[in-house]
């Protein structure tokens, strides 16, 4: 396969670096320097053309191969990651007096979430530079999606996580068959450990930031984004930001696809954390970026110190976005308010609707906007935090006596 990856630039000092070379941050600026992957536009403005697209039957992630840092298409045994459905909303729509609202359903992906369009690649990537164990730190969702894809791929994973992982991503990493290294401290103590780990022991790493292609793999989500609204591009698009890969994933989709002259525009990109952890909401204000506390339960995006701050804030800004600051107790609300469309949320994907709803209260998105919300990751997988704000059922006795009087009492005209 050609590829059409130019070089490795570091978002720092400027750097190239060789593709076969770039195996993390750059050389010269260390952690800090993260690379963004340089792609051939002119070549391949010949190649993904609107006609190439829309005839195009592969129905996941890699219809984009040409847009991809990968070398060999290994991809038929993969599970289908990505084509989500973009979900038109009725109910929230008309809640928020939006012109338009779409939600992609990111919680549709293989291990319920949106990190499985980064393992994919990093599984692929793995593949290629002939590893045989991969790893990385996680507050959940990118280990389950490492775990799975890699699974699936014959590969072992050695999987770091905080002692505050929800049930439901620990679940999955066992069922997967990962060594799971669940870590007595935070999500910083966490990932500390796994980079001297993958270090010293030489594995494959897929710590998003560190590792440029992830983001690319990301970036996918935005290119369905304009493919589902056939080629229209929406006013805003809203995410909840953790380390802030994904945010810098969409941004580089979106840039991508204005090169190829598919779009005319970027759309505008708001950046949802949470009140217990907004150390980029804090960095956007002030210019410097100092580490947070992680408190919130929201653990998806709970990272104190972000490890992709230099593309998520460009991103924000070249676009034009917003940045905004979610509490808990709106995000648990957000969770019953995604229910009312039919779909389930965990914490950190309805900090975004949390956010989105705060923004156009607040008249930083505008009544008449078409607006595209990320549902990053599925309720399923955190139980726990979602009871906090549903009632228990009462025990109803097997008889209908008793629930005609249940009924009456509660008013429910429906069936009484
Ligand atoms: C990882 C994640 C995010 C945020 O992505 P970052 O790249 O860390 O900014 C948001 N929601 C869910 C469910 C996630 O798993
Ligand atoms: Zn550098």
């Given at each position: 396969m050609i590829s059409f990856v130019k070089t490795y630039r570091c978002t720092l000092c400027g750097r190239t670096v060789l593709p076969h070379e770039a195996k993390g941050a750059c050389p010269s600026c260390g952690e800090k320097g993260i690379l963004d992957v340089e792609y051939d536009y002119e070549k391949l403005r010949g190649v993904v053309t609107k006609t190439w697209l829309e005839s195009n039957p592969v129905r996941q992630m890699f219809r984009y191969m040409p847009l991809l840092?990968?070398?060999?298409?290994?991809?038929?045994?993969?599970l289908d990651v990505g084509w989500t459905p973009l979900v038109k909303s009725y109910v929230l729509k008309d809640t928020l007096g939006l012109r338009s609202l779409h939600i992609k359903d990111e919680s549709m992906n293989p291990s319920g979430s949106l990190k499985d369009r980064a393992s994919a690649v990093a599984v692929l990537k793995a593949i290629e530079e002939g590893k045989s164990v991969v790893s990385c730190s996680s507050t959940g969702n990118a280990a389950s999606s490492l775990a799975c894809h890699a699974a699936r791929m014959g590969l072992q994973s050695v999987i770091f996580v905080p002692k505050r992982a929800p049930v439901g991503k620990l679940n999955q990493l066992l069922v997967y068959g990962a060594d799971v290294i669940l870590v007595d401290g935070d999500y910083k103590d966490t990932y500390q450990l796994s980079k001297e780990a993958i270090k010293t022991f030489g594995w494959y790493n897929r710590n998003a930031a560190i590792n440029a292609n992830l983001v690319e793999g990301k970036k996918t989500a935005a290119y369905e984004i304009i493919e589902q609204l056939d080629f229209e591009v929406p006013d805003w698009v809203v995410v909840s930001v953790g380390d802030g890969c994904t945010l810098a994933g969409l941004f580089k989709g979106f840039y991508d696809f204005m090169k190829l002259g598919l779009i005319e525009r970027l759309p505008r990109l708001l950046g949802v954390q949470s009140e217990g952890c907004k150390p980029l909401v804090d960095a956007a204000i002030t210019g410097e970026l100092k580490e947070a506390e992680e408190?919130?339960?929201?653990d998806s995006i709970?990272?104190?110190?972000?490890?992709n701050p230099v593309k998520a804030l460009s991103a924000v800004s070249a676009s034009k976005g917003a940045w905004i600051a979610v509490s808990d107790r709106s995000i648990l609300e957000a969770i019953k308010d995604l229910g009312k469309e039919g779909l389930f949320a965990e914490p950190a994907s309805a900090a975004g609707y949390a956010g989105l709803k705060k923004a156009v209260r607040e008249g930083?998105?505008?009544?008449d906007a078409s607006v595209v919300l990320l549902q990053t990751g599925s309720g399923l997988k955190d139980p726990e935090n979602i009871r906090k704000v549903l009632l228990t059922p009462i025990l109803m006795k097997p008889d209908l006596g008793a629930l005609k009087t249940y009924l009456k009492n509660k008013g429910d005209h429906h069936h009484a």
């Open positions: 840092p990968l070398e060999q298409p290994h991809v038929t045994r993969m408190n919130t339960i929201a709970s990272v104190g110190i972000p490890r930083i998105i505008e009544k």
